[in-house]
């Protein structure tokens, strides 16, 4: 974080603080409330958070976080958001309007210590650096718990679960927190219902040569290159969902950057497209991504672009968020739809 201080006060003074006063602000309330949920304790992401009661000024640092803790119904315990990447869906659009914005996109530590959290809420690891909201360890040192989703830690959780079943984990997490357990496992039982729906005809898949139907899910366009998603990101998962391979599940990173001859060696099946246009950068909507590999020499004359072969769905999706069952079943019934479900 780089606001050391604009007049020569040390940051984590200014931190301690806000926070003070924060806490001394909502006490009455809190007290008041404190039997609608049991202290709470449980881990994310490497550390030990413990709630005595249901937090009150919850600041979130993405959109992912922000989307989930309104799909719980949580927006009175929201003292703030940052970081949104695209349009809040309809059903959203109504609470959302109820929180404050603390900044556009990346809150500094400055934009949230105005906010004063009892509780800062992340998607991943890197939104808790010095540069931008601050680290998990200056903010526990000041006594606000900060939760990072599961999904962003694997290593640290349970074995063998599954990305989906981590996303859940952090319903019910946050449910625990904030003492509202029985919406967050009705969120947890409706998406898992949704994942055994997607996955109900993936037995049936069959693609080139009798394998299963090979998949490149395009990202983005960077410079005039590929991100297309690796084997540790959610659209590997996906695949395994609805019977598919994903083309790159050889590369161990979550969106790689390759070549469109690597794309064109691989030669999917099929292409799904993130369409991140209301992000606005060059190369993020879905019509550039297709006009791109249209005019790329090689990948224009594999069978999927030729034959149209490509599916197009909300680029947010296919990153973990409280939206990622969507997209998995926009990819189920496109699997029906090209006919790789027999």
Not at 64 to 72: D, F, G, I, R, W
Not at 203 to 211: I, L
Request: hydrophobic letters at 40%.
């Amino acid at each position: 974080m780089r606001h050391r201080a604009r007049f020569g006060i040390p940051l984590t003074l200014v931190l301690a603080l806000a926070t003070a006063g924060c806490a001394t602000t909502t006490t009455t309330a809190v007290d008041d409330r404190a039997a609608a949920g049991a202290p709470a304790a449980f881990s994310s992401c490497g550390r030990q958070l413990s709630f005595d009661r249901p937090p009150e000024r919850a600041v979130t640092l993405d959109q992912t976080s922000t989307e989930t803790l309104l799909e719980l119904g949580l927006q009175e315990r929201m003292a703030g958001t940052a970081n949104l990447k695209t349009k809040i869906p309809a059903q959203y659009q109504e609470a959302y309007a109820k929180v404050p914005v603390i900044a556009p996109k990346l809150a500094t530590g400055e934009q949230l210590r105005s906010a004063t959290p009892d509780f800062v809420i992340g998607g991943s690891t890197d939104l808790y650096t010095k540069d931008r909201a601050g680290t998990r360890e200056e903010l526990a040192a000041l006594g606000v718990p900060t939760f990072v989703s599961a999904v962003d830690c694997p290593q640290q959780n349970e074995a063998g679960k599954s990305p989906f079943e981590l996303l859940f984990s952090d319903y019910e997490r946050l449910g625990r927190a904030f003492g509202s357990e029985e919406r967050a496992g009705e969120l947890a039982r409706e998406q898992r219902a949704a994942v055994a729906k997607a996955g109900e005809n993936a037995s049936k898949a069959v693609g080139q040569g009798g394998k299963r139907p090979t998949v490149v899910y395009l990202y983005s366009v960077f410079n005039g290159m590929p991100y297309v998603a690796g084997r540790t990101g959610l659209p590997s998962e996906m695949s395994r969902i609805v019977g598919a391979q994903n083309a790159f599940d050889d590369v161990d990173e979550d969106w790689p950057e390759v070549s469109w001859e690597e794309v064109a060696r691989r030669n999917p099946d099929f292409i799904v497209i993130g369409d991140l246009s209301e992000r606005g950068r060059p190369g993020d909507s879905a019509a550039e991504k297709r006009d791109t590999m249209a005019a790329d020499p090689v990948v224009s004359r594999l069978a999927a672009v030729r034959e149209n072969r490509i599916v197009e769905v909300p680029g947010i999706e296919l990153d973990p968020s409280v939206r990622s069952v969507h997209a998995l079943g926009l990819l189920a019934a496109a699997m029906k739809d090209l006919g790789y479900v027999r």
